[in-house]
């Protein structure tokens, strides 16, 4: 048997509504006998009549009536047709799901799917990374889990959390990830995971870059280089210890992003190390994200924008010449 | 259309029956209101009050109907000017003074203030300031209810016509439509966005005709009458509990104070401030009782004693309860706390 990121993701919620009378899936085009833009939700509506339901393009609406029916004690997962979508629905996740239990002491226990990142052609409005933008704010958990394990196991985790769960899941993962089977466990929310071991480098980084990373790191392999790359799963909260750690094995730092480059996931890293890591430092820690532009369309260009193992190598090769 | 029939009264020696049969309850209700917002008034400007105190002057009648007609089990979604109906809902006053003075004991605990409180586990939902934004999330609450296999429940959300000019009330008012949910959106048209006037808000002949688009019914409400309030509010929430598409009732008054207190609303003309809706529907309600002899002017001074003494009460025990401290708050967003993030720990 061998299962998809995305497939692992439709399970998931399958094994969602089979076992928890609370859940329900709520977003654009995801229920009927379509199952969502990318499939991700295809067969649910027949399996769980009533609990996977089309939603009006209205993505402020769509989180707001998440939000209600969570205070009301249901576990509603929202999909966001594309991660760049949910910009619309900022003022709901930020300034409502992710004020209110602070506020109020009740929390609210919404998972809002992201689908994330590039792909070939898909141009400046269907290819964001919005993790760094949920992360900056109170409240809200950021998953971005890298592999078909985490895939599944962080989506069963996001609905179990009561607080709200900004699950970004990446698009050009869906199709070219693969696994054997699907696990009964993982590591606990908010713990890294080391997905390499290595000496001389470390890696952190997360959703689709930790796989570019990997790649990377078999290349540099092949020169006697040993890298160990960090995957860190989630973004928020941010497992400073294992970065830490890692550093203080290899005093060599390179964070790997795909979201833009001006603040962000790889700068609160680098932040992290530097102001609590200093010492462990051999040479000035590093960062790759997407260029300081809106994402192109035509795959020359969209290839040269993002990070990828080609220049992930040639910062790592950099990085360890100082 | 629905308007209160106009009542002549003979004699004044003779009690005649009120224009609603929840009309005296909902007047002590509104009086309640205009003396505790009274004093919260002179509170703030005695500095006595941080941030700003935001009062409903002139929109008591419509919002006591909001409340009035909510019953266990129900939703209610208040907004900024929503305290007669938070207090006909059932907020006990010491919940308003400890919010406005900032005691460690209220429901935001000194975290939020003013009119964003809320007690989500008791139905009534803490507003955000982001304009349009409770009527999804009223929405989804009746959505949860539905699927909870729950019976004969309603929600209600107050909005101003000023927030009905978001983009979140829009979406709000179509996803309603959408699920069929029974809900009651009471708008307030108060003829002031903050400064700004009605025909800088929207250009549309009357905002009620906006229900049919929506797939709502829609009624139009003399606001500072309170007999027609109950009438039309009452029968809008009734509707909406017997299966009725979701409900728009659109009430015309004209805000009798500033936006909020730090403001003089010098920019309401003189000319506005003549018009039938200008009209302040306590004093209206109060001349009706008059007219009508409901009660005798004991009685009335009898109420406005216990108004007093209920909004003193619940000022001076808010008032001797602790502040929040910084030193011993949890900072903390999280109700999972093992997940708080220490990445900016040094």
Request: with cysteine; glycine share 8%; hydrophobic share 40%.
């Amino acid at each position: 048997m061998s299962i998809t990121y995305l497939e692992a993701i439709r399970e998931a919620q399958a094994k969602l509504l089979r076992d928890d009378e609370r859940v329900f899936i709520y977003g654009q085009d995801v229920g009927g006998n379509f199952g969502g833009a990318f499939k991700a939700t295809k067969g649910l509506a027949k399996e769980f009549p009533g609990r996977v339901l089309n939603t009006p393009i209205s993505e402020d609406a769509i989180v707001g009536t998440a939000i209600g029916a969570a205070i009301q004690g249901m576990r509603p997962i929202v999909e966001m047709q594309f991660a760049d979508f949910s910009s619309i629905a900022l003022n709901q996740i930020l300034n409502h799901a992710g004020t209110h239990y602070w506020r109020t002491g009740v929390p609210v226990p919404i998972t809002v799917r992201l689908p994330s990142g590039g792909t070939k052609g898909s141009g400046p409005f269907h290819s964001q990374s919005m993790e760094s933008i949920y992360a900056h704010y109170p409240g809200l958990i950021v998953m971005t889990p890298a592999t078909v394990e985490d895939a599944y196991t962080m989506l069963i985790e996001a609905v179990a959390i009561e607080d709200p769960v900004i699950y970004c899941e990446h698009k050009y993962l869906y199709y070219h990830l693969k696994a054997d089977k699907l696990p009964d466990k993982s590591l606990p929310t908010g713990r890294a995971r080391i997905a390499r071991e290595g000496r001389d480098l470390t890696i952190v980084s997360y959703s689709a870059m930790m796989q570019e990373s990997l790649a990377a790191a078999d290349e540099l392999a092949r020169e006697g280089l040993e890298v160990e790359v960090i995957d860190l799963r989630t973004v928020k909260p941010l497992d400073t210890d294992t970065v830490l750690a890692s550093v203080a094995r290899t005093g060599r730092l390179l964070c790997v992003g795909e979201s833009f480059p001006w603040g962000g996931a790889t700068a609160e890293v680098i932040a992290c190390v530097t102001s609590q890591g200093f010492h462990l430092l051999d040479a000035s820690p590093q960062r790759l994200n997407a260029k300081d532009t809106p994402i192109p369309y035509h795959p020359n260009l969209w290839s040269a924008h993002r990070p990828n193992a080609k220049n992930i190598v040639a910062k790592a090769r950099q990085l360890l010449r100082e | 259309m629905l308007q209160t029939a106009q009542r002549t009264v003979k004699s004044k020696k003779k009690k005649a029956a009120p224009p609603h049969g929840r009309f005296l309850e909902a007047f002590r209700w509104m009086l309640l209101t205009r003396t505790l917002e009274e004093k919260l008034v002179s509170l703030y400007r005695g500095g006595l009050i941080t941030g700003g105190v935001y009062i409903g002057k002139g929109q008591e009648a419509v919002s006591v109907a909001c409340g009035l007609f909510l019953q266990k089990g129900d939703i209610f979604a208040p907004l900024i000017r929503d305290q007669a109906g938070r207090s006909a809902f059932g907020e006990p006053l010491i919940d308003v003074t400890r919010t406005y003075l900032g005691s460690r004991l209220g429901p935001m605990r000194g975290r939020d203030g003013n009119i964003h409180r809320g007690h989500p586990r008791k139905n009534e939902l803490a507003m955000i300031s982001h304009l349009g934004a409770m009527i999804s999330v009223t929405v989804g609450t009746l959505l949860a209810k539905r699927f909870k296999g729950e019976k004969n429940f309603v929600g209600l959300a107050c909005i101003g016509e000023g927030g009905m000019q978001t983009g979140s009330f829009h979406e709000g008012m179509n996803i309603a439509a959408v699920e069929q949910v029974p809900l009651v959106v009471v708008a307030t048209n108060n003829h002031y966005a903050y400064s700004t006037a009605n025909d800088r808000e929207f250009a549309c002949h009357d905002l009620v005709d906006r229900a049919i688009g929506y797939g709502f019914e829609g009624y139009s409400l003399d606001g500072t009458d309170l007999g027609a309030c109950l009438d039309v509010i009452g029968s809008a929430v009734k509707r909406a509990r017997a299966g009725r598409p979701p409900q728009l009732v659109v009430a015309s008054v004209l805000r009798l104070s500033g936006h909020g207190e730090h403001d003089d609303a010098s920019y309401v003309t003189e000319e506005i401030k003549q018009q039938p809706f200008a009209r302040d529907c306590l004093k209206v309600a109060e001349q009706t009782i008059t007219n009508l002899n409901l009660v005798d002017a004991e009685t009335l001074t009898e109420w406005r004693k216990d108004a007093v003494a209920q909004v003193e009460e619940a000022i001076a025990a808010a008032q001797k309860e602790p502040a929040p401290e910084a030193d011993k708050e949890d900072w903390c967003a999280f109700s999972r706390r093992d997940l708080a993030d220490h990445a900016d720990e040094t």
